[in-house]
């Protein structure tokens, strides 16, 4: 199984990025998914996740900015992210889980991760 996360890149404070998190080896329709960030010299942090059924959940700080989705016929989940800030400059990763339909904010849901794209959002 490989998460293949893309879309990363550099862009000014206020702009958009749209990240992509293709999977295959196996279809994920049915398991929850998520992307996490982690920031030079800090830990690895929530962002966003999707269930199965297409319920969502957000970090507070990109409520309302960022938004997941998800489209089973390709096996892709995305992250539009819009009026970025400079303090969402970070590594992120796309995440899967194999057992569990919800879309969680807790990293051990999660037994599948992509390398990770980078995200730098200039002032």
């Known amino acids: 199984v490989q998460l293949q996360a893309s879309g990363g890149g550099l862009v000014q404070a206020g702009g958009s990025l749209r990240l992509s998190c293709a999977a295959s080896?196996?279809?994920?329709?049915?398991?929850?998914m998520g992307w996490f960030r982690q920031a030079p010299g800090k830990e690895r942090e929530f962002v966003a996740a999707i269930g199965s059924g297409a319920s969502t959940r957000y970090e507070d700080s990109v409520k309302g900015r960022f938004t997941i989705s998800r489209d089973n016929a390709k096996n892709t989940v995305y992250l539009q992210m819009n009026s970025l800030k400079p303090e969402d400059t970070a590594v992120y990763y796309c995440?899967?889980?194999?057992?569990?339909?919800?879309?969680?904010?807790?990293?051990?849901?999660?037994?599948?991760w992509g390398r990770g794209t980078k995200v730098t959002v200039s002032s």
């Open positions: 995440a899967a889980s194999s057992w569990s339909g919800l879309g969680s904010s807790n990293p051990t849901t999660y037994n599948f």
């Open positions: 080896g196996r279809t994920f329709s049915s398991n929850g």
